[in-house]
């Protein structure tokens, strides 16, 4: 059966020859009975079809049989349009076609229906589909399968997104999405009470942040745990906060490891010094004995009746010498009490200027016969640190100070301290007897020392540089031989956000 227009149908032909799309009529059977322009040119159909009325399956995909689920043969038994998409390889390439078929009129004298349909190269499309497809899939196997938990919020705080490492993080398994998905973690009292809801809040307004070795509390309550958590915008159009994305590393055997490993350090510290301990007791504890029996025989003579005056000034310093040596027995011993505490790193604001005059009145320098030098600015900010171990730290340089400066006329010790754009600097000089210019380097590795036996007691210049790196913290030295050494420590000043790694 041959197509003939009526004549007002030429207009709409000729609009057809200029659609973007290749558009053609078929009958009942298939047969093709008018093609646009854009059909015959993609398709290489000739104008008048001089073999016959050709199919559709034969002359636009070069089929033998007709296409499966074919919308053309759908639209005849539902009356509706119909769609489909078809794969044909054209010009040696494989491309996609959205095929649409639309009833256009039944002819009364072969009682069959006239089809249009249209044809649009999808290929592009379908690539672009298949290779956001491929990325989403790709996404999807990274988040689940990645060791840490990620998920999304939406600006509100509610959970939208889990993925299988959150489950086991939070302890709710396979019921995680269950209890997890619309809930709110801004309105969690542990979230609140830990502070950060409020990071959380303040990163849906735009505000990325990152929480190293974060003190954690699940959801039931348990203490314990440590994250590192980041959170990041998600930002839509208008650069408009959409929601956030957060992601959480347990980090609670790290930080147990690190503690473990300071402890290990300090009881590594504790036995190295067992044998100077001994020799450091047995020195004082000797001075005691021979000062004391010197006491003993001088009330001796006050039985007797024969003190004088100079026996009298005698007896005091012999009693003096026995209050010193017994107050460095106790230093002694407070000092391996303080190595065997089992206390973590804490985060906390310290006052630098009390701290040094705290330690200075403690080691009493003008017993010592060494003169300070202090240059320690009182309006210096606070520093972030443990307190406990800053305060170790720094007495051990102290003493290492006056142990350099033992028998040394004109003794001078000056402590110096500065604010910085890096931070709070702080110097610790001595005219002792300095250090060799090949040791610099090795005064802070275990087991080092450049005192005579029995006089390594203390923490250690090693255990000294671990504790000021784990608390972000820098310590260096500077030393000529004969002239004296010059230890600089450089903390980090307070701020109410900063941890402690």
């Given at each position: 059966m041959n197509f003939n227009p009526h004549r007002d149908l030429d207009t709409v032909r000729s609009i057809l020859d200029f659609l973007p799309m290749g558009v053609y009529v078929v009958d009942g059977e298939r047969r093709i009975q008018w093609a646009n322009h854009r059909t015959r040119h993609r398709f290489c159909?000739?104008?008048?079809?001089?073999?016959?009325?050709?199919?559709?399956?034969?002359?636009?995909?070069?089929?033998?049989?007709?296409c499966a689920d074919c919308p053309a043969m759908r639209t005849l038994k539902t009356g509706r349009t119909e769609y489909e998409e078809i794969k044909s390889e054209h010009q040696g390439e494989l491309k996609y076609y959205l095929v649409t078929a639309t009833p256009l009129r039944r002819d009364r004298s072969a009682s069959q229906t006239l089809i249009i349909e249209t044809i649009q190269d999808i290929t592009?499309?379908?690539?672009?589909?298949?290779?956001?497809?491929?990325?989403?899939?790709?996404?999807?196997?990274?988040?689940?399968?990645?060791?840490?938990?990620?998920?999304?919020?939406?600006?509100?705080?509610?959970?939208?997104?889990?993925?299988?490492?959150?489950?086991?993080?939070?302890?709710?398994?396979?019921?995680?999405?269950?209890?997890?998905?619309?809930?709110?973690?801004?309105?969690?009292?542990?979230?609140?009470?830990?502070?950060?809801?409020?990071r959380i809040r303040n990163c849906l307004a735009g505000e990325p942040f990152e929480l190293q070795d974060f003190p954690f509390t699940t959801y039931r309550g348990d203490r314990g745990q440590y994250i590192h958590v980041r959170g990041v915008p998600l930002k839509g159009k208008g650069d408009k906060v959409e929601g956030m994305l957060c992601i959480i590393e347990d980090n609670t055997e790290k930080v147990k490891a690190q503690i473990q490993s300071i402890q290990d350090a300090k009881m590594s510290v504790i036995g190295r010094l067992m044998t100077g301990v001994a020799h450091e007791l047995n020195n004082p504890l000797a001075a005691i004995a021979?000062?004391?029996?010197?006491?003993?025989?001088?009330?001796?003579?006050?039985?007797?009746?024969?003190?004088?005056?100079?026996?009298?000034?005698?007896?005091?310093?012999?009693?003096?010498?026995?209050?010193?040596?017994?107050?460095?027995?106790?230093?002694?011993?407070?000092?391996?009490?303080?190595?065997?505490?089992?206390?973590?790193?804490?985060?906390?604001?310290?006052?630098?200027?009390?701290?040094?005059?705290?330690?200075?009145?403690?080691?009493?320098?003008?017993?010592?016969?060494?003169?300070?030098?202090?240059?320690?600015p009182p309006d210096l900010p606070p520093v972030r640190g443990d307190i406990n171990a800053?305060?170790?730290?720094?007495?051990?340089?102290?003493?290492?100070?006056?142990?350099?400066?033992?028998?040394?006329?004109?003794?001078?010790?000056?402590?110096?301290?500065?604010?910085?754009?890096?931070?709070?600097?702080?110097?610790?000089?001595?005219?002792?007897?300095?250090?060799?210019?090949?040791?610099?380097?090795?005064?802070?590795?275990?087991?080092?020392?450049?005192k005579d036996t029995g006089k390594g007691v203390g923490l250690g210049l090693t255990l000294c540089y671990e504790f000021l790196k784990r608390m972000g913290a820098e310590i260096e030295v500077k030393s000529v031989l004969g002239r004296g050494s010059v230890f600089v420590v450089t903390l980090p000043v307070f701020q109410e956000t900063s941890g402690v790694e």
């Open positions: 159909m000739e104008k008048d079809f001089p073999w016959g009325d050709p199919h559709c399956y034969q002359s636009l995909f070069k089929r033998e049989s007709p592009d499309q379908k690539r672009a589909d298949e290779a956001l497809r491929r990325l989403d899939d790709i996404n999807s196997a990274i988040i689940n399968n990645a060791p840490v938990a990620i998920f999304t919020l939406d600006k509100s705080g509610k959970f939208i997104s889990v993925n299988p490492a959150l489950a086991t993080l939070s302890g709710l398994g396979a019921q995680a999405e269950e209890k997890l998905l619309g809930f709110n973690w801004l309105e969690n009292p542990y979230t609140v009470r830990s502070g950060l809801a409020e021979a000062n004391t029996e010197l006491a003993c025989d001088l009330f001796q003579n006050v039985k007797d009746g024969t003190v004088g005056k100079e026996e009298i000034e005698e007896l005091r310093e012999y009693l003096e010498v026995i209050e010193d040596q017994a107050f460095r027995c106790k230093n002694i011993i407070k000092d391996m009490i303080d190595l065997t505490k089992k206390d973590g790193f804490e985060a906390l604001e310290i006052d630098l200027v009390a701290m040094l005059d705290e330690l200075l009145e403690v080691l009493n320098l003008n017993k010592l016969k060494i003169r300070l030098v202090r240059d320690v800053l305060k170790q730290c720094f007495l051990n340089i102290l003493r290492n100070a006056t142990d350099a400066l033992e028998s040394r006329d004109a003794a001078v010790i000056r402590v110096r301290a500065q604010h910085r754009d890096i931070g709070v600097r702080v110097e610790i000089e001595d005219n002792g007897v300095g250090i060799h210019d090949g040791l610099v380097d090795k005064i802070f590795e275990p087991f080092f020392s450049t």
